[in-house]
């Protein structure tokens, strides 16, 4: 141990380097790109932030361009292609020549009174916004609904776009498209604050619920708006990410946040068709083949040298001394953490850069694959290692540290790495007390304790893993407890957050039975786990359930269309997705004696095109149904001044990049008397949260 602190080590963030100098002579290394994954090097956008490292280690430049929202940039007319010049806020020009409103015009003018509780109309209503275009709206087109996502709904615009999925179908379809915020997300709130009382109405039911009233009630802002329910023209929902799979799969889809055997008896047939995009379906607290899947598809030499490190420390925590205890939080800058399962939830942060990547975006210089190319790089040899076999632990060990020393100062934590994160200890951060409205973090978070879980963890016993046994449910479950203390009082476990088996019982989990539901899958999704197409679980594709899985996709690539243009994977999904919902709005037009629009774009019969699919990895099943490590003897050993960074390599550690945090860099408090971090774990968990919903109002369709 000692000989590997001894070690030379680099600051950690060079996550979007693309200059490593190791030496006072030391020459730049040629960028890795065709090492690590051939053929993307070129692809846009350009890395968020390029550091340049002095003879020591120090960062001596930082340049940061932040990546471009790609739907807010490829707005289109009325043609396949697309048109980086337009303009969100200018006016849209209809199929007919009519000027119509600019694609981000919400609030007021977009606005919906939806019901506070919807088991008591009495209740009361709030505000829900919404985005609208009916630029390529024919009269008896249908109405493309966008599901809501766990976020605000002001960067949304580009959802009723061609550049996105739901306005590319709208535009082939002759229909409108629409998508809602989510209540308790943005500014559709129907109280003025996050309390635990507030958030008691934040429930899969009335998420769902807000669904089904607006699409039935909604009186759209278009020329006959009034005529628009699901019962005058067909309605389709498509969505993705993680929460709303839950409620596509109540509406028509398949995700696991909506009662199956409640909303499909209640309302039967109320949208014609859904495309469920990621849909996860399934609710499991124990959550570690997340990783699983990024363990599959990352470079084989940086996912060698990941589980080296993440073993060596799990050794070190469970069985080392109390100096081997000590000097591995020093190695990574986290003295003065106390509890080892926070030390590895701490280090897993680069990890979740993975679900940022897209065929359009996967920039060796920056994200997921800069933290690879730097655990990769050979400090002896100033050569990337590219065997497959990895660098080793004596050298992969200290660049992990440094990585993580450096993420720690940028987040401004240095000196106080208990504070940002730890979290067996109650305390009153802004980060758990904040209960202002527009605070997703704290939004979603009510969802996943009360419901939905999905607790990050360690793989079992017996199956390799890049991320800690350390890390369970139940050392999840804190997180529950640090921002809900009244439900959640701490020392409450994962069961007892929520009833893991009642709710997929409930909304019908893997075993949920659906018709007219598109399920579009990425082989590289980390969120397929808990999909149709888990390796867990996988189920087989039906000309009534149709699944397909893009070997090239991501997380939702089906859902950007500029996706299907990188990849044709994800391109041949977009494509067998269109021609069912092609097919299925067909059907609901003879069998409702409705008019489709003359100009509507025709599709090949779906059983006339390929059917992507994977080969799935076979997981014993000992190991997929395994548990986690109960009641492991941890050493705890507090230091109180953090030992692993100089007070000079301190000091010359660079400031925030201006306009925003970083990526992956856990977000900081206004505050600085009050200054936590949020723990990235909870970040990624809501940044990319939007198929649950999907998934569970799928029922709605059926």
């Known amino acids: 141990m000692a000989a590997l602190e001894s070690l030379y080590r680099l600051p950690l963030w060079l996550l979007l380097s693309i200059s490593i100098i190791v030496g006072v002579n030391a020459q730049e290394p040629q960028s890795p790109a065709e090492q690590l994954s051939p053929g993307i090097q070129n692809l846009l956008p350009r890395p968020l932030i390029h550091f340049k490292l002095g003879s020591q280690g120090e960062i001596i430049t930082s340049t940061r361009n932040r990546k471009s929202k790609q739907w807010q940039k490829v707005y289109t007319s009325d043609s396949s292609t697309t048109d980086s010049g337009a303009d969100p806020a200018a006016p849209v020009v209809g199929v007919n020549g009519t000027t119509l409103p600019a694609y981000d015009t919400i609030w007021l003018r977009y606005s919906f ?126 969505g993705g990410r993680q929460e709303y799979a839950a409620m596509t799969q109540k509406s028509l889809l398949t995700f696991p946040s909506v009662p ?124 990337y290692e590219t065997s497959g076999i990895g660098v080793g632990l004596a050298t992969a060990l200290p660049a992990y540290g440094n990585w993580t020393a450096y993420e720690i100062r940028v987040a401004g934590c240095t000196g106080r790495e208990e504070s940002c994160y730890g979290t067996h200890i109650a305390n009153e951060s802004l980060t758990w007390t904040n209960t202002t409205i527009d605070n997703p973090h704290r939004s979603w978070a009510w969802l996943y304790c009360n419901q939905l879980g999905w607790y990050f963890s360690g793989a079992p016993q017996g199956w390799s893993t890049i991320t800690s046994r350390l890390t369970t449910p139940d050392s999840e479950a804190r997180l529950c407890s640090l921002y809900f203390p ?89 494509t067998l997705g269109s021609a069912y919902i092609y097919q299925w709005l067909a059907e609901w037009y003879m069998t409702h004696n409705v008019t489709r629009p ?14 992507p699919t994977i080969s799935y990895q076979a997981i014993p099943t000992n190991v997929a149904y395994g548990m986690w490590q109960e009641n492991v003897v941890i050493s705890t050993v507090t230091v109180a001044t953090p030992t692993s960074i100089s007070a000079a390599s301190d000091a010359a550690a660079p400031t925030a990049p201006s306009g925003g945090s970083q990526v992956s860099t856990p977000a900081r408090s206004s505050a600085s008397s009050s200054f936590r971090v949020v723990p990235f774990r909870w970040l990624q968990l809501q940044t990319h949260a939007f198929p ?11």
């Open 598 to 611: 003359a100009n509507a774009t025709s599709f090949p019969v779906p059983s006339t095109l390929p059917t």
């Open 692 to 702: 649950w919903l999907l998934s569970v109002g799928l029922v709605l369709v059926s």
């Open 260 to 383: 199956q055997n409640r909303v499909i008896p209640r309302h039967p047939g109320i949208f014609a068709a859904a495309w469920a995009s990621s849909a996860v379906l399934q609710a499991q607290d124990y959550f570690w083949s997340y990783f699983d899947v990024i363990s599959q598809f990352m470079p084989r030499n940086c996912s060698a040298d990941i589980k080296a490190v993440v073993s060596h420390l799990d050794d070190v925590f469970t069985t080392g001394t109390a100096a081997d205890i000590i000097a591995a939080k020093a190695s990574f800058a986290l003295s003065s953490v106390i509890n080892a399962d926070d030390v590895m939830a701490a280090i897993r942060e680069p990890l979740f850069t993975w679900q940022d990547l897209q065929p359009y975006y996967q920039d060796t210089n920056a994200g997921f694959y800069a933290f690879c190319n730097y655990l990769e790089y050979d400090r002896t040899k100033k050569a």
């Open 113 to 238: 009174d939806q019901l506070i509780d919807h088991s008591n109309n009495k209740s009361g209503t709030f505000q829900q916004r919404y985005y609208f275009s009916y630029e390529f709206y024919e009269p008896g087109g249908p109405i493309f609904f966008n599901v809501p996502s766990e976020s605000s709904l002001d960067n949304y615009d580009g959802s009723v776009t061609n550049s996105s999925l739901n306005g590319y179908l709208a535009q082939m379809n002759r229909g409108a498209a629409v998508v809602l915020e989510h209540r308790f997300f943005g500014l559709s709130n129907p109280y003025p604050d996050l309390t635990e009382d507030s958030l008691a109405f934040l429930t899969v039911d009335q998420a769902i619920s807000d669904i089904l009233y607006f699409a039935q009630t909604v009186k759209l802002p278009m020329p006959g708006g009034n005529k628009t329910t699901p019962t005058d023209l067909p309605w389709v929902l498509v």
């Open 486 to 574: 009244e439900k959640f009082p701490m020392g409450v476990t994962a069961s007892e957050t929520h009833n893991q088996t009642a709710f997929n019982v409930e909304w019908g989990g893997w075993s949920i039975n659906t018709t007219n539901v598109f399920f579009a899958n990425g082989k590289k999704d980390p969120w397929r786990a808990i999909t149709v197409s888990s390796d867990l679980n996988p189920q087989v594709s039906t000309d009534s359930r149709p699944i397909a899985v893009a070997d090239g996709g991501f997380h939702c690539s089906d859902l950007v269309m500029q996706a299907g243009q990188a990849d044709p994977t994800v391109g041949a999904v977009q």
